[in-house]
């Protein structure tokens, strides 16, 4: 049996159970499935293919209740999510690809280094990756630099989100779940002819509902709500035997009352005890709602909500010459943003406002052409052209409790008395806009030199120009002319103005070499180089000693990834067990990453900086297996060791942050955000009930162990290892419909997601906790 997890014009070739006999059906649910995959832009076995690569179809995604990326990193341990709010998100795989862990660290100037791809089209912005899944064929996760093919700053890997096409026959399917904390989710999916055998169409659709998990003990309302909805539309239309089009659209939409954090502890600084949060919050007679992060309490007084909607149309046209396929991938993408934040995280009338209301459009083209058959001889080459622009509005706006906890009681030498007003009111309104243009052409050449061992080599010469430009004003406050005020309230918000510019042209590519060794064992051997342009800085510029903006940060340097990595594919006991392994080595020079000035009085400025040299090294095994009929299991393991090689100024930790701290070196110290050990665990198994259908269990397990939640590595910002389990038992008819009682994180595990320092290094760190235990139940039908 044969499951075809290619692109939309991959035809499963499976066939459905009443068009088996019992034994042949018996037989093939005894085997683990053969995965067609297109990671290489064309059809290929997935266990051929030298590549690391894991594949979660949609049947696993909708058994296990996975509706986004942050669940599917449940399922695959090497891919790491952190989102504080959909602005600020980052997925990573081996560790590499984004720093973003804290509200207000996204910057508009930088890419992330892993691609994510929905039907070959590739989205910019990471927050799109926060939208729920709808109708998802399969996912692929290709860990390590996919630059020659996928390109566009792949440097860590690529995700890339395949959908259900549209199909020839009637089909449709839609099932309702409700469960606790009032969650509901409704998807919906129909698809037929609309002229036989020439067009399709098919439409999907998706609801979630959830109250907060958080509660607000200052207004009595439930916060970090879900309130998602999505809708897909496509055609596909076969003009003749060898040409094809799929027209898609879709729209999707998240709006929250949403994103804050809790208390979760106090660290200490080298600052005077009477600027850190002990002295500061006795001297307001303030305390936290609760000192217990899952008690899940937060008193924040200013206005929280997200309002984010992204979609697009794209084309894909595919022309069958017979030696070869030619595709064309046209496509057109927006994502708006607006959000307000109480990002001082209290009770407290610190800040008021903060936002940056955002617009991105952007428009790809792709051609390619790839060989058809299994020749001794493969290819794919093509050309590429990508074009972003984002305009962003920062709003910040502070209130009468900021001058006491972010400046403080004087200011200047001689010390000058700051008025408890001075920073009332006062704010900043701005403009930025940042654009970029890639240009790229490609190309990989497969040669079987013998029946068994293969030689691949591919080269990508990627040119990319990037234009910011960043305008803010400052006004309100108390109104003075003494210069020590003066010169503190610009401490906390300075008007900037400045342009960027970058232009950058690289060459990347990967060379491999595999063996066949024979029909269940394939090993191969690879080198890749990774390419990912530069950044400019669009939130602005952190300042010097003289409190001036320091012109020279607006502008990173190149990213430049160099991966070595082993594998070895098995099918064993014949085909009821596969086991993949994969060891590998990465070494990165100028990483960029995003980072707080930890000398600022605002420590939440996040802007753009190089890491000389970071390296990560690690070994990950996969293993499915199908013992028995209707059982099917599945395990994964990630050992990954990332350190700053080289970093001798980096951030300081809040430990080591004083009145005159100005870089700490952070060589050899751990990579931020990266767990040293990552498993899952699986399991499917489905019973036979008579002639009436079958009695389904899933259960799914995730671990993770401790890792750095800040690139300073203080150790308040260590985030413990946790594990979390889902499980799902129901009843699927043989008339098609399902009932099923699931439960989100079973045992009701307690763990941080992310973590955020406080505005002002007053020493108070703040997290996202776990979402509580969901039991629920779900009613489905498919025809």
């Known amino acids: 049996m044969k499951i075809a997890l290619g692109a939309a014009l991959v035809i499963a070739s499976a066939l459905p159970r009443s068009a088996m006999g019992a034994e042949e059906m018996g037989d093939a649910a005894q085997r683990v499935p053969e995965i067609l995959v297109m990671a290489r832009r064309r059809v290929e076995d997935v266990q051929a293919v030298p590549a690391a690569i894991s594949v979660v179809d949609g049947d696993l995604i909708e058994r296990s209740y996975t509706v986004n990326t942050a669940q599917l990193s449940l399922l695959v341990p090497s891919l790491n999510y952190s989102s504080a709010n959909p602005r600020n998100t980052a997925f990573t795989i081996r560790g590499l690809g984004s720093s973003v862990v804290a509200v207000s660290q996204?910057?508009?100037?930088?890419?992330?280094?892993?691609?994510?791809?929905?039907?070959?089209?590739?989205?910019?912005?990471?927050?799109?990756?926060?939208?729920?899944?709808?109708?998802?064929?399969?996912?692929?996760?290709?860990?390590?630099?996919?630059?020659?093919?996928?390109?566009?700053?792949?440097?860590?890997?690529?995700?890339?989100?395949?959908?259900?096409?549209?199909?020839?026959?009637?089909?449709?399917?839609?099932?309702?779940?409700?469960?606790?904390?009032?969650?509901?989710?409704?998807?919906?999916?129909?698809?037929?002819?609309?002229?036989?055998?020439?067009?399709?169409?098919?439409?999907?659709?998706?609801?979630?509902?959830?109250?907060?998990?958080?509660?607000?003990?200052?207004?009595?309302?439930?916060?970090?709500?879900?309130?998602?909805?999505?809708?897909?539309?496509?055609?596909?239309?076969?003009?003749?035997?060898?040409?094809?089009?799929?027209?898609?659209?879709?729209?999707?939409?998240?709006?929250?009352?949403?994103?804050?954090?809790?208390?979760?502890?106090?660290?200490?600084s080298l600052r005077p005890a009477a600027r850190q949060f002990p002295a500061l919050a006795a001297g307001l007679g303030y305390s936290p709602p609760s000192l217990n992060a899952y008690d899940r309490l937060t008193d924040i007084d200013a206005k929280l909500a997200v309002d984010t909607n992204e979609g697009g149309v794209s084309l894909v046209t595919d022309l069958d010459l017979g030696y070869a396929t030619v595709t064309a991938v046209t496509a057109w993408r927006f994502w708006n943003w607006n959000a307000a934040n109480d990002r001082d995280y209290t009770g407290l009338k610190i800040q008021l406002v903060q936002g940056i209301p955002s617009r991105q459009d952007q428009i790809s083209q792709e051609f390619r052409m790839a060989s058809n058959g299994d020749g001794p001889l493969g290819y794919v080459w093509g050309l590429y052209y990508f074009r972003q622009v984002i305009t962003g509005r920062p709003i910040s706006i502070y209130g009468p409790t900021a001058a006491y906890w972010l400046i403080g009681p004087t200011t200047g030498t001689p010390p000058v008395a700051v008025p408890s007003n001075l920073l009332d009111g006062y704010g900043q309104d701005g403009r930025t806009r940042f654009s970029a243009d890639s240009y790229a052409a490609f190309g990989e050449v497969n040669l079987k030199a013998t029946d068994r061992l293969t030689l691949t080599g591919g080269l990508r010469y990627t040119i990319e120009h990037k234009v910011g430009d960043y305008a803010t004003t400052?006004?309100?406050?108390?109104?003075?002319?003494?210069?020590?005020?003066?010169?503190?309230?610009?401490?906390?918000?300075?008007?900037?103005?400045?342009?960027?510019?970058?232009?950058?042209?690289?060459?990347?590519?990967?060379?491999?070499?595999?063996?066949?060794?024979?029909?269940?064992?394939?090993?191969?051997?690879?080198?890749?180089?990774?390419?990912?342009?530069?950044?400019?800085?669009?939130?602005?510029?952190?300042?010097?000693?003289?409190?001036?903006?320091?012109?020279?940060?607006?502008?990173?340097?190149?990213?430049r990834n160099t991966t070595y990595e082993g594998g070895l594919k098995t099918d064993l006991f014949d085909r009821r067990l596969r086991v993949n392994l994969t060891g590998y080595y990465t070494e990165v020079r100028d990483f960029q990453a995003t980072l707080v000035d930890s000398t600022q009085t605002v420590a939440l400025r996040g802007y753009l900086s190089n890491i000389p040299k970071v390296t990560v090294k690690g070994f990950e095994a996969d293993a499915l297996a199908a013992p028995i009929v209707g059982l099917q299991l599945r395990a994964s393991?990630?050992?990954?060791?990332?350190?700053?090689?080289?970093?001798?100024?980096?951030?300081?930790?809040?430990?080591?942050?004083?009145?005159?701290?100005?870089?700490?070196?952070?060589?050899?110290?751990?990579?931020?955000?990266?767990?040293?050990?990552?498993?899952?665990?699986?399991?499917?198994?489905?019973?036979?009930?008579?002639?009436?259908?079958?009695?389904?269990?899933?259960?799914?397990?995730?671990?993770?162990?401790?890792?750095?939640?800040?690139?300073?590595?203080?150790?308040?910002?260590?985030?413990?290892?946790?594990?979390?389990?889902?499980?799902?038992?129901?009843?699927?008819?043989?008339?098609?419909?399902?009932?099923?009682?699931?439960?989100?994180?079973?045992?009701?595990?307690?763990?941080?997601?992310?973590?955020?320092?406080?505005?002002?290094?007053?020493?108070?760190?703040?997290?996202?906790?776990?979402?509580?235990?969901?039991?629920?139940?779900?009613?489905?039908?498919?025809?």
């Open 106 to 268: 996204a910057n508009d100037g930088l890419e992330p280094g892993v691609g994510f791809y929905v039907d070959q089209v590739y989205h910019a912005r990471p927050a799109t990756a926060a939208f729920d899944f709808v109708d998802i064929e399969r996912i692929e996760v290709l860990r390590g630099p996919q630059g020659t093919l996928f390109g566009k700053n792949t440097t860590a890997g690529a995700i890339h989100i395949i959908t259900r096409a549209p199909t020839f026959d009637w089909q449709a399917q839609g099932e309702a779940s409700y469960g606790g904390y009032n969650f509901f989710q409704a998807r919906a999916a129909i698809s037929g002819p609309l002229v036989a055998d020439k067009l399709a169409f098919r439409v999907s659709g998706l609801a979630t509902r959830r109250d907060g998990v958080l509660r607000n003990v200052t207004n009595g309302t439930d916060q970090n709500t879900l309130n998602n909805e999505s809708v897909r539309g496509q055609l596909l239309w076969k003009a003749s035997d060898a040409l094809t089009f799929r027209l898609k659209g879709d729209w999707s939409n998240f709006k929250n009352e949403c994103c804050t954090q809790v208390y979760l502890r106090v660290g200490t």
């Open 474 to 559: 400052v006004s309100g406050g108390l109104q003075t002319t003494v210069p020590a005020l003066v010169n503190a309230k610009l401490s906390i918000l300075r008007p900037q103005t400045y342009g960027a510019r970058d232009a950058s042209g690289d060459l990347s590519g990967r060379g491999n070499i595999s063996y066949q060794v024979n029909d269940g064992i394939f090993a191969y051997a690879s080198y890749a180089r990774g390419f990912k342009s530069g950044g400019i800085n669009m939130s602005g510029l952190p300042l010097n000693a003289q409190n001036q903006p320091v012109l020279s940060t607006a502008v990173v340097r190149s990213e």
């Open 637 to 783: 393991v990630a050992y990954a060791n990332g350190k700053y090689a080289e970093y001798p100024k980096g951030p300081c930790p809040l430990e080591l942050q004083g009145t005159a701290t100005t870089a700490c070196d952070l060589t050899n110290g751990r990579l931020s955000g990266l767990p040293r050990w990552s498993a899952t665990l699986g399991g499917d198994y489905a019973l036979p009930v008579g002639s009436t259908g079958e009695l389904l269990v899933h259960t799914d397990t995730s671990w993770r162990s401790s890792y750095f939640g800040d690139p300073t590595l203080s150790k308040f910002t260590l985030i413990d290892g946790y594990n979390v389990t889902n499980a799902s038992i129901g009843f699927r008819a043989a008339k098609g419909w399902t009932v099923t009682v699931f439960a989100r994180n079973l045992f009701n595990s307690n763990y941080i997601q992310n973590l955020t320092t406080q505005a002002g290094n007053s020493g108070l760190i703040l997290g996202t906790p776990s979402d509580p235990r969901i039991i629920g139940a779900t009613v489905g039908f498919r025809i």
